[in-house]
């Protein structure tokens, strides 16, 4: 999973020109918003090979890398 933290953190400096830690605030704290999150979505989905469930796209799910990730396992 640190493989995919360093990915999802190098697709959020791509898009907001910022580093994150895995526990900040991403849409809370206006750092991204819900079109930059589906960008983000998307390219986890292609990095992982498999599409995550409308029912778990929510904000408080990817509201940090932490709580991605966690999703992401529980798929």
Partial sequence: MDELVSFIQAEIA????????????????KLLDSIAIVDLLVS?????????????ITEDN?????????IVGSI
Avoid: C, R, T, Y
Wanted: proline share 5%; no cysteine; glycine share 2%.
């Fill in 14 to 29: 791509a898009i907001a020109f910022i580093k994150v830690s895995p526990s900040e605030s991403l849409l809370k704290s």
């Fill in 62 to 70: 990817f509201d940090s890398i932490d709580k991605m990730i966690e």
């Fill in 44 to 56: 986890i989905e292609e990095k992982i090979g498999k599409k995550i469930p409308q029912h778990l």
